[in-house]
């Protein structure tokens, strides 16, 4: 009788356990839209994160043809986020096309993914981040889409690994980018991207393409020890108005 007792309780331990450590993506919705903070530790969110469908959502704007409208509508996430150490088991969303209409999520406040682990799609194409963007030590093990992203104040993407794709075409960066540290193994492309002084890649390791062709950089911009094992691209690549492939020989 102790024995099966006992053995209940250690049940319903591990149960609870197990319970605590996996979120639901819609709970966290439903924090969002209650407008309650957001804060996770060492859990797993399992299902989809959509930040483009909130209750706040509202079009934005659009054009319309003879055969098609295109219509942009847009959530913004009033919540700080943080994510530590957690596991992204499906996609997060922050953007998606559907019939010719555009979904977007823009973060008013703090989006901290410390340490976290993206298994699937992430998608911040068109976002804006208004406040804190620190995504330090992540891994992204699918493409990671900051297309035409825009950062209020400097992203830090230190020490980040990208498996596959990384897309930061057309990105608008601040001050003081961080990307020391990071590792590209797939094609990193930073095309018509533009660096304001003081953004470092200190470290950063490229095994795929690097792809900087018109990318506008400032100084001082920091190389130190940057590694590209891969193949590079920088054509009309410029800092300072001078030739970037000039710079980076005497500079890496």
């Known amino acids: 009788m102790r024995l099966s007792m006992t053995f209940a309780f250690v049940l319903f331990v591990c ?37 483009t469908d909130l209750d706040n959502r509202e079009k934005k704007g659009g054009a319309s043809g003879w055969f098609s409208s295109n219509d942009t509508y847009q959530s913004t996430v009033e919540s700080s986020l943080t994510f530590i150490n957690c596991t992204f088991a499906d996609a997060v969303i922050a953007y998606y096309n559907d019939h010719n209409d555009t979904f977007i999520a823009h973060f008013e406040k703090d989006a901290v993914f410390q340490n976290c682990n993206f298994r699937e799609e992430s998608e911040f194409k068109y976002s804006e981040f208004s406040a804190r963007a620190d995504f330090q030590g992540t891994v992204f093990q699918e493409e990671a889409n900051f297309k035409y992203a825009e950062f209020a104040e400097a992203p830090v993407f230190g020490k980040v690994v990208f498996e596959d794709d990384a897309n930061f075409k057309y990105a608008e960066f601040p001050r003081k980018t961080q990307f020391a540290g990071a590792v590209f193994q797939q094609e990193a492309n930073f095309k018509y991207a533009d660096f304001p002084a003081n953004t470092s890649f200190e470290k950063t390791i490229f095994n795929g393409l690097a792809n900087f062709k018109y990318t506008k950089f400032s100084t001082p911009l920091n190389l130190k020890n940057v590694s590209f094992n891969g193949s590079e691209d920088f054509k009309y690549t410029q800092i300072g108005g001078k030739d970037f492939t000039t710079y980076l020989l005497k500079n890496q």
């Not at 197990?18 to 709970?27: C, E, F, H, K, W």
């Not at 439903?30 to 530790?41: A, H, K, M």
Request: aromatic share 2%.
């Open 15 to 51: 149960t609870a356990a197990l319970a605590q450590s996996r979120v639901d993506a819609r709970d966290i919705i439903r924090q969002i839209n209650e407008g309650q903070p957001v804060r996770y530790e060492n859990v797993t969110i399992v299902g989809d994160l959509d930040l």
